[in-house]
Nanobody, 119 residues
Framework: QVQLVESGGGLVQAGGSLRLSCAAS??????YGWFRQAPGKEREFVAA????????YYADSVKGRFTISRDNAKNTVYLQMNSLKPEDTAVYYC??????????????WGQGTQVTVSS
């Protein structure tokens, strides 16, 4: 199994940028995803990076603005968020799975980090 801890959230004005970090430990050879959830709304997929191939996938709502990457030496996954919009406001979660599909089966989750974008 893998343990995940997110950091880097905060308050930013619309049009600004933030970089979220996900520190992984344990069995770290995994596919990683970022998800977000706003109060009263369902959890939403944001981005994923696939184990082995390092191919990336993004939700249509963030394509061209967000970038997922990883530093294998540091066992850390990042989400660079640019051109932030108020609708990006949510708690962001890092997740992991042992598989090569971007969707489904994320069994390991971090505690979440709050991102608030003001208009």
């Amino acid at each position: 199994q893998v343990q995940l801890v997110e950091s880097g959230g905060g308050l930013v004005q619309a049009g600004g940028s933030l970089r979220l970090s996900c520190a992984a430990s344990g069995r770290t050879d995994a596919t990683y995803g970022w998800f977000r959830q706003a109060p009263g709304k369902e959890r939403e997929f944001v981005a994923a990076i696939i184990w082995g191939s390092f191919r990336t996938y993004y939700a249509d709502s963030v394509k061209g603005r967000f970038t997922i990457s990883r530093d294998n030496a540091k066992n850390t996954v990042y989400l660079q968020m640019n051109s932030l919009k108020p609708e990006d406001t949510a708690v962001y979660y890092c997740a992991a799975k042992y598989g090569t599909l971007w969707y489904g089966g994320y069994d390991y989750w971090g505690q979440g980090t709050q991102v608030t974008v003001s208009s």
